[in-house]
Every structure is written in structure tokens, then in C-alpha cells.
């Protein structure tokens, strides 16, 4: 009797929990992003674009220019590029991900959290976007997306720097391809548009506005896919996983044997 008033107070909660998850996790974490990024640019609020513009002027405008011109070194090194075409989709990226203000004009832009709330890097994407007509932050509509079309778009284009499982990769010159599960929809549908440093620039004549949806679906999916069974080991894939039951085997069998030898009547008599 108390077994099972221990496995209902354990149950229930459960399973409220479990029921109660979804619902409050997905719409908030899908829609919230995609809206609150998709009503950034105003260009015509002044207001918005002086306030991108004095951040601007304080964090930007030593490497990129007083008009986003950018900034050649004396040396042969830019301090930083040309904003004019960057566009809100830049901007937004780079900023949205933490990768700019950058500290050292030779330092890859790696993934931080970001250097500005998220009014502030309103007005910033404004004020970038307004230098000239550089892309504009992609809609993102994961609802009826294709994630198995998602996925062939994925293999051709961005498995073989992102790896198979969005976990990245090492590219040339000591700069590597970031691990894709911290970005979120509009972050990933921004990189594909900008292009950010040896990424290549994917517009919609190479990957359409329906497609793009479908390959954001497919990066969503890969941070949590359903498993295909056995542990995940790291998804690591088949072959590893092959080798980890072969060595579970093995070891099992050792015991079995040791087992066995122990309690084999010979070595009792000896006893
Ligand atoms: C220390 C110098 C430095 C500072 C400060 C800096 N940046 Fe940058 N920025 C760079 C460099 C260098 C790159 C090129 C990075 C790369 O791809 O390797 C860059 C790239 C960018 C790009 C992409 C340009 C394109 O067309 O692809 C954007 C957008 C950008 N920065 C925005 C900003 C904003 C906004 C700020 C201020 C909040 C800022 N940066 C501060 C050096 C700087
Ligand atoms: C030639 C290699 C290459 C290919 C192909 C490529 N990427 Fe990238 N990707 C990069 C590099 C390098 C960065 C980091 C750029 C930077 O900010 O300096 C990056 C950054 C990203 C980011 C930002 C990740 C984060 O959370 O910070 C996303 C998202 C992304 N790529 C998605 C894609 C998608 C989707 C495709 C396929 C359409 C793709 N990439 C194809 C090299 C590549």
C-alpha cells in the first residue's frame, strides 16, 4: 500500500510535468525569437536609429568607421570592414550572437553571450541597417516546415563544415566551424544569408524562403533528434557505437567466465 502511494506521488507530478512542458517551452522559445526580431527594423523611428547610432559611435566606429566605412590599418590588416552592405541580417548575427564588439580585428568572432540587451542590439540593427541596403533579417516559419527536405539541403550545403550532427569542424587557418545547437531559428537563418567570415553566402537563388524554413527546421531537429535506438554515445555513429557494444560484450563474457571458473567443482575440492 505505501509502495504504491510512493509511485502515485512519484507518477503524478511526472507526468504533469511532462504534459505541461511542451506547451509552455515550444511557442515561447519558436515564435517569441522570430517575432521580437522580425518587428526590428523600423527605419523610419528616429528614435531608435539616434540611440543605434551613439552605441555605435561608443563600441563600433574605432574598427568599422565613423559612417561604417570601415577602417584600413596602416599596416595591410583591416581593423574592420565595410558596414554599408553588411544589412540588418549581419548586424543581427553578429551581434544577436555575441560576436561583436570584437576585441582584436585578427581574432575569429566566436559565440558569446551578447555585449547588448536586447533593445540595444534593436537600435544597433537599425542603425547598421540603415547605412545601406545590406539583407534584411530572414521570417522564419517553422509551422509545415519539411525537415526531411531540410535535411538534403543540409548534407549538400553545411555538413561539410558543420559535420553531420551540426557539431562543427576544424576549416584552414586555424578557424573552425562552429557547433550549430546554440543558435536559434533566426540566428541560423540570418548565417545563411550573411555569410559571417568563411562561411559562404547562400541567397534565396541558391536556397529559397520555403527552403530556408525547411533547413532551420532540420538544425532545430539535429540539437535533440529522435534516437534510431542503442545509446547515443555522443552520436558519434554507427561504427563506434558498433565497437562500444563489441567491448560491453567482451568484458561481460570475461566476467561470465571468471564466473564460471570460480565455481567450478575442481577448484571448490581444492579448497
Ligand atoms: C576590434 C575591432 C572591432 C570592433 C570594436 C567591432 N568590430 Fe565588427 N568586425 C570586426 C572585424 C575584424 C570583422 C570581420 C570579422 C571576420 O569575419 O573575421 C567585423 C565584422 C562585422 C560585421 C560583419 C560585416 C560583414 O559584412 O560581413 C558586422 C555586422 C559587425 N562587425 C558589426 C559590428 C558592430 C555593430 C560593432 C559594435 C557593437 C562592432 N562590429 C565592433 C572588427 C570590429
Ligand atoms: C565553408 C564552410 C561552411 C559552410 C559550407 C557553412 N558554414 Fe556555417 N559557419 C561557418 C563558419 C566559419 C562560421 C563562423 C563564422 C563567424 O562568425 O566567424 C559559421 C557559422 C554558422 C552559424 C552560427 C552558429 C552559432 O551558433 O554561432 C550557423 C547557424 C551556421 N553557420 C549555419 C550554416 C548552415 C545552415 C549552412 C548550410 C546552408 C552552413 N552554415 C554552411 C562555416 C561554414
Redo the contacts with the bound molecule.
Keep these: 500500500m505505501t509502495r504504491r502511494l510512493h509511485l502515485l506521488l512519484v507518477a503524478v507530478p511526472l507526468l504533469v510535468a511532462g504534459a505541461v512542458t511542451p506547451l509552455v517551452v515550444d511557442p515561447a522559445d519558436v515564435d517569441g525569437t522570430v517575432e521580437a526580431h522580425g518587428a526590428a527594423a523600423q527605419p523610419d523611428d528616429e528614435e531608435l536609429l539616434a540611440t543605434g547610432r551613439e552605441l555605435?559611435e561608443r563600441?563600433?566606429a574605432?574598427?568599422?568607421g565613423e559612417e561604417g566605412e570601415g577602417v584600413d590599418e596602416p599596416g595591410q590588416t583591416?581593423?574592420?570592414?565595410s558596414?554599408q552592405?553588411?544589412g540588418e541580417a549581419?548586424?543581427y548575427y553578429?551581434?544577436s550572437t555575441g560576436r561583436?564588439?570584437?576585441?582584436?580585428?585578427d581574432d575569429?568572432?566566436v559565440r558569446k553571450p551578447p555585449a547588448f540587451d536586447d533593445d540595444e542590439i534593436e537600435a544597433?540593427v537599425a542603425y547598421?541597417g540603415s547605412l545601406g541596403d545590406g539583407p534584411a533579417i530572414p521570417d522564419v516559419d517553422l509551422e509545415g516546415a519539411d525537415v526531411a527536405a531540410g535535411g538534403v539541403t543540409y548534407r549538400a550545403n553545411c555538413q561539410p563544415c558543420h559535420s553531420a550532427s551540426g557539431s562543427g569542424g576544424a576549416l584552414s587557418y586555424g578557424r573552425s566551424a562552429p557547433r550549430l545547437a546554440d543558435a536559434t531559428p533566426t540566428e541560423v537563418a540570418a548565417a545563411v544569408r550573411?555569410g559571417?567570415?568563411q562561411m559562404p553566402v547562400f541567397g534565396p537563388e541558391v536556397i529559397d524562403g520555403d527552403e530556408l524554413d525547411d533547413l532551420v527546421a532540420y538544425v532545430e531537429y539535429l540539437r535533440d533528434p529522435e534516437d534510431p535506438g542503442g545509446l547515443p554515445i555522443g552520436r558519434t555513429g554507427p561504427i563506434p557505437e558498433g565497437f562500444v557494444a563489441w567491448l560491453v560484450g567482451m568484458v561481460a563474457l570475461l566476467v561470465i567466465v571468471y564466473w564460471i571458473g570460480t565455481r567450478s567443482p575442481i577448484r571448490r575440492s581444492r579448497a
Excluded at 583591416?78 to 570592414?81: A, I, K, L, Q, S
Design positions: 555605435y563600441s563600433c574605432s574598427c568599422h583591416v581593423r574592420g570592414p558596414l552592405e553588411a549581419a548586424a553578429y551581434l561583436m564588439p570584437l576585441s582584436n580585428s575569429q568572432p544597433l547598421v550573411v559571417p567570415g
